[in-house]
């Protein structure tokens, strides 16, 4: 079976998100459309997908905040893990990143994410020592954008 390594298409935001949501990266507060959207739409990020014929398989947003990179929505179907999607999926988006010269990819993992955090370690990332802080914006934009929701 050849998999294949390309940005993902407007028309396959749908897929994508049925897979976050398979894969429990999707949370009630954020909209995972809005957010594919907005990835492919912008000058500085990007949606690595992997296929298997034409069924999606696995993606990784890539985003660059000018500092560093960011890799958010990594997931895998969960009969192609442990094929080495994630990992090579991770490596499309090191290499998205050198166009930006980053000298740093981050990513969050959350807390209760034990497989995560070890599939990272795994391939050779470090657990950085800090913590996130956040508050939600409620500006209009934000509350226009929920009401459109369907």
């Not at 890799?71 to 969960?78: M, S």
């Not at 990992?87 to 995560?116: G, S, Y």
Request: proline letters at 3%; one cysteine or more.
């Amino acid at each position: 079976m050849t998999i294949e390594f390309r940005t993902l298409a407007s028309a396959e935001i749908g897929d994508a998100t049925r897979l976050w949501e398979a894969c429990g990266l999707t949370r009630p507060w954020n909209d995972p459309e809005a957010d594919a959207r907005k990835a492919l739409e912008g000058p500085s990020s990007t949606i690595i997908a992997s296929f298997a014929g034409d069924h999606l398989i696995g993606t990784a947003m890539c985003g660059w905040d000018g500092h560093r990179g960011w890799v958010y929505y990594l997931g895998v179907d969960a009969d192609f893990r442990r094929w080495g999607i994630g990992r090579k999926l991770i490596w499309h988006c090191e290499d998205w990143f050198e166009q930006w010269c980053a000298p740093k990819v981050q990513l969050m993992v959350r807390a209760d994410n034990e497989a995560a955090a070890r599939f990272y370690e795994a391939i050779g990332y470090d657990e950085d020592e800090f913590r996130i802080f956040y508050r939600r914006i409620t500006s209009k934009c934000h509350r226009e954008q929920q009401s459109e929701a369907p």
